[in-house]
């Protein structure tokens, strides 16, 4: 019983950080608009928080940012059926909860999930608790094994 209340804390935790995120601002720092000049600023078209990027952008700002981060959100079974070498798995559902996990905030983030919408949850997260280079890949079939 006391797992089911935290389990539908989190669940209304996550979907009021959705509807909050959706009408905030997207603040990327110019060091990384500047990385990468073909960025789509998703915010710009669709209210979305996140930068939003392709598999071969994620890649290549990757494995050229040594301070990068994969943030695979996802959860512990789809990461152990498979996932990206080097990511950092922190479930969507225990973003806020392990923060901690992620204690550069100006390090570069690229968010990623299964189909896009976890990773879209999760930029919000970030950018709603001062994350500034928060980068939104969506799904993992996106990365160009």
């Known amino acids: 019983m006391h797992s089911a209340v935290i389990a539908f ?3 209304m935790l996550v979907c009021i950080c959705l509807l909050v995120g959706c009408s905030a601002s997207t603040f990327v720092s110019d060091a990384v608009i500047d990385s990468a000049d073909e960025y789509e600023t998703e915010a710009e078209d669709s209210g979305s928080v996140a930068v939003s ?4 952008q994620a890649r290549e700002i990757y494995e050229s940012d040594d301070g990068a981060i994969l943030l695979d959100v996802r959860n512990q079974d ?3 059926e498979f996932h990206i070498a080097g990511s950092v798995l922190i479930p969507v559902d225990e973003l806020e909860l392990r923060l901690s996990d992620l204690p550069d ?7 990623f999930c299964k189909g896009g919408r976890r990773s879209d949850i999760a930029a ?3 950018i709603e ?9 969506g799904a993992i079939d996106e990365w160009e094994f």
Request: glycine share 10%.
């Open 9 to 11: 804390c989190l669940v």
């Open 53 to 56: 990027i392709s598999g071969a």
């Open 78 to 80: 789809e990461f152990d």
């Open 105 to 111: 905030k100006n390090a570069i983030i690229i968010v």
């Open 124 to 126: 919000g997260i970030l």
């Open 129 to 137: 608790n001062g994350y500034i280079n928060v980068l939104d890949m």
